[in-house]
């Protein structure tokens, strides 16, 4: 998938006005998802996304330890919104991830991150119930 197809699939299913909020909210998830994992996780996850795209993980500062409501709280901030939105904006973009990437490395994924970490996931595993 090549970025302006992504940014669009972003910006589609969160309902945005512009691609530009689409960008903000990518960036915001994903270097916050990049803090809270190992580097080497941040890195492999990256690898099928878009350049433009795996840079926000790869940027960013990894092998932080934060719970879930931290890292909603970070995304609203990156991303100018309330926290309601920043959680949502979390599922949409890692359900969008999830498509991409093998089972196998979300799987690797949701190993390093703590229980309180599951809402993120509710797309990802409402695809699987589906299948």
């Known amino acids: 998938m090549q970025y302006n197809e992504f940014m669009g699939q972003v910006q589609n299913r969160l309902e ?3 691609q530009s909020r689409a960008v903000r909210a990518t ?3 994903l270097t ?5 994992l190992q580097p080497g996780e941040a890195t492999d996850l990256a690898g099928p996304l878009p350049m433009e795209v795996d840079y926000y993980l790869e940027a960013a500062d990894s092998g932080q330890r934060f ?4 890292f909603v709280e970070r995304v609203a901030d990156r991303a100018n919104v309330d926290e309601s939105d920043a959680a949502y904006y979390g599922r949409v973009v890692v359900g969008l991830v999830s498509e991409l ?3 196998s490395e979300l ?18 595993d409402a695809e699987e119930v589906e299948e």
């Open 16 to 18: 945005l006005p512009e």
């Open 27 to 29: 960036r915001a998830v």
């Open 32 to 36: 916050t998802l990049g803090e809270r």
């Open 67 to 70: 719970d879930y409501g931290e």
């Open 101 to 103: 990437v093998a089972r």
């Open 107 to 124: 799987e690797q994924v949701r190993a390093q991150l703590p229980d309180d970490y599951d809402d993120l996931f509710q797309l990802v």
